[in-house]
């Protein structure tokens, strides 16, 4: 009876989803001026609402196999609109005209809602390709693939600008986009705007790979309660989410909450785990119809065992294609020795005001600050401990006999292809070692047990401020012109601590390759000459200690024309680009050249890009673009060994990217087609 119920309960949950699963999008325009109408509140009786944006476009959802019926509040007054077409995948209404004037007698009938088709009258504006959902390409490439593992058109996440809230989140260190930071967050992180190449946006000038913006405003997500679990064999086994927002209530305030928690005591391959949260609080103000204010916060504390990349012979040793060398057995338990975590939240605010109805701002600031950490074993006076070393392996022997009876020895014992943690305590536990003179004071010595192997944490504690403004201008029914300007401060201190002396009392601040690399010079030991002979203990920071700053500014502008067969675009932006490194630390081999601030290393950026579009009709246009962009080398691959000195690489210099584009787009309710090169 219990499985039954559970049948026919799963069964109503899949066709209540299935009935749900149409989106209806359009624009509000006003039926006078023909101007979009920015923070237009659209409500259908899925239910769902959302509002207008800065375009007049909006986006939202309605039952499946039913006739479109639209709900648009314009100054308080609740206009319905019914259409005979039935609601079914994604349809795109155009424009959609209404009347602005509030003064208006009730007694008379509701003002009239009309859309215009465009391709069935040849004397009106054909609309334009959508800039959200309309690129097929970039839809399979963020949702199927995802753009975290995907290379979309085979360009890295450096060549993208990605914003959430119109900040932009890219790293300014590495260039790259850490998703790990709002992992977990899928039900209010699907209302993205997505740009491919040379294609305007409204938030930002863009990348050469594309851009897109992240949607979080409590006033923009739709009204829901949803609880789900998911059981997945990927890094996590488990994962349960739970969603709470209700959409733009009477009386302008918007709330959404969201949390999830994904987990694995042992993910897809063998020895690793997964233990992650995150939350998401947003709250809105519409205070009145041109002006409203966003907070939002949220974050993904993360703690996951790696897995490893290796070479065909330990695949072939182990017979496993899955081998992971990151883990080995403690007193009959599994430990990993690579520990991947962080917890980088953010807190954004976010406002929007329509001056007139030519002219709307948006602004967002916004602060991320917290810690990613990657903990590794590391070793002094020791043999290297990993079980893929080279040398421990019998492709490094000569003499075939012997590395015959290596290979038998490692495929008959598991234990010998992972780490020997039992081993390694061992070790520690026995290794008596006497330091003179420590933190450099003649006849401080100390004796105890020196760990050889430890758990090591690389730290990377940011802290960042973003600032963005967005200005746009509709000069007329068929131009507008965006302006915009952004900031950003990043300052990130790398550096290591002891995580774990496995067994052992102390560890040594020395650079366990120096005595080799420098024979008979003392002072290349020390990883900090200004704390010599230093003895290490759990917490203490070791090694390598610096600071990452960097300072980025931009301003751009976009013109974009729009007649009846045309589409023409232009934009161009200045960036000024600034990094420098500050050592916390003198590192005994480069004595002169690590400790304080390096030169600054200033770059200007310019970059522009345009685009012509032709419209034979509703559902055929061709597009060519173009697009030069100057890109400043990051901070990571500016520096010869960022750890250990202020080099730069030599000839450093600015890359110099050219893009250039021609596309055909056909689209119709039932047929989407997109060809381009």
């Not at 995948?89 to 008379?108: E, H």
């Not at 401020?465 to 990043?490: C, F, H, P, R």
């Not at 480069?590 to 579009?613: H, M, T, V, W, Y």
Request: charged share 20%.
């Amino acid at each position: 009876m219990f499985k039954r119920n559970l049948v026919i309960f799963i069964l109503s949950l899949i066709s209540g989803f299935a009935f749900s699963q149409a989106t209806v999008t359009g624009v509000i325009v006003d039926e006078t001026t023909g101007v979009p109408l920015s923070n237009v509140e659209v409500r259908t009786l899925f239910p769902d609402n959302t509002l207008t944006n800065s375009e007049g476009h909006f986006s939202i959802r309605h039952r499946s196999d039913q006739i479109v019926s639209l709900f648009i509040d314009i100054n308080g007054q609740l206009l319905q609109w019914d259409s005979e077409i039935v609601a079914n995948g994604t349809i795109d209404l155009g424009n959609i005209k209404v009347a602005t004037n509030t003064n208006q007698n009730f007694d008379l009938d509701l003002p009239t809602l009309t859309i215009d088709e465009g391709e069935e009258d040849n004397g009106s504006n054909i609309s334009g390709l959508l800039q959200s959902g309309d690129d097929l390409f970039g839809f399979m490439a963020d949702y199927t693939f995802s753009p975290g593992r995907f290379r979309r058109r085979g360009l890295e996440s450096f060549y993208s600008e990605v914003y959430m809230n119109q900040l932009q989140v890219n790293d300014l260190e590495t260039g790259y986009i850490n998703y790990n930071s709002w992992g977990g967050l899928n039900d209010v992180l699907r209302n993205d705007d997505n740009i491919i190449g040379a294609e305007f946006a409204d938030w930002g000038f863009g990348g050469i790979a594309g851009t897109s913006n992240t949607d979080l405003r409590a006033t923009t997500q739709w009204r829901q309660k949803k609880i789900s679990y998911a059981v997945a064999n990927r890094n996590y086994r488990n994962r349960i989410m739970g969603t709470w927002s209700t959409g733009l209530l009477p009386g302008g305030w918007a709330v959404t909450l969201s949390g999830s928690r994904r987990w694995a005591q042992e993910g897809y391959y063998p020895g690793t785990f997964y233990d992650a949260f995150s939350y998401f609080a947003s709250a809105g103000k519409k205070i009145n119809e041109s002006h409203t204010l966003n907070l939002i916060v949220l974050g993904s504390p993360l703690k996951r065992g790696g897995n490893s990349t290796s070479i065909q012979e330990m695949y072939d040793l182990a017979g496993d294609h899955y081998y992971n060398s990151f883990w080995g057995y403690q007193q009959g338990e599994k430990r990993s020795s690579r520990i991947y975590s962080g917890h980088q939240p953010y807190l954004m605010l976010d406002q929007d005001w329509t001056l007139n109805d030519k002219l709307s701002i948006s602004t967002s600031i916004g602060y991320q600050t917290g810690r990613s950490s990657i903990e590794a074993l590391d070793w002094l006076y020791g043999n290297d401990p990993r079980p893929d070393y080279y040398r421990r392996l019998p492709s490094y022997v000569s003499d075939p006999v012997l590395a015959a009876q290596m290979r038998e020895r490692l495929m008959s014992d598991e234990s010998l292809l992972q780490v020997q943690w039992d081993k390694l305590y061992e070790i520690n536990l026995n290794s008596e070692f006497t330091v003179e003179d420590v933190d450099g004071i003649e006849g401080n010595d100390f004796t105890g047990a020196l760990s050889k192997y430890i758990m090591e944490e690389r730290r990377a504690d940011l802290d960042k401020k973003m600032g963005n403004i967005v200005m746009l201008y509709n000069i007329n029914e068929a131009s507008q012109l965006n302006v915009g300007a952004t900031v950003t401060l990043q300052d990130t201190r790398n550096y290591k601590v002891l995580s774990d002396l496995l067994g052992g009392e102390f560890y040594l601040d020395w650079d366990k390759f120096a005595e080799t690399d420098f024979p008979g010079n003392t002072a290349a030991q020390q990883n900090d000459l200004l704390r010599p002979n230093r003895i290490i203990r759990v917490g203490d920071q070791f090694g390598y200690d610096y600071h990452s700053r960097i300072r980025q500014y931009s301003a751009w502008f976009a013109y974009q024309l729009d007649l009846n067969k045309w589409e023409l675009a232009i934009g161009g932006a200045l960036k000024n680009h600034t990094f420098w490194r500050e050592g916390n630390v003198q590192n005994g081999k480069f004595q002169d050249n690590s400790l304080g601030e390096s030169e600054k290393n200033n770059f200007f950026l310019p970059s522009g890009k345009a685009l012509i579009r032709y419209k034979f009709d509703g559902r055929n246009y061709f597009t060519v673009s173009g697009m030069y962009a100057a890109l400043a080398p990051t901070f990571k691959n500016a520096f010869v060994s960022p750890r250990t000195r202020n080099d730069l690489v030599k000839g450093l210099e600015a890359e110099q990217t050219l893009l250039g584009e021609a596309r055909y787009d056909y689209k119709s309710p039932y047929l989407k087609f997109s060809v381009s090169g």
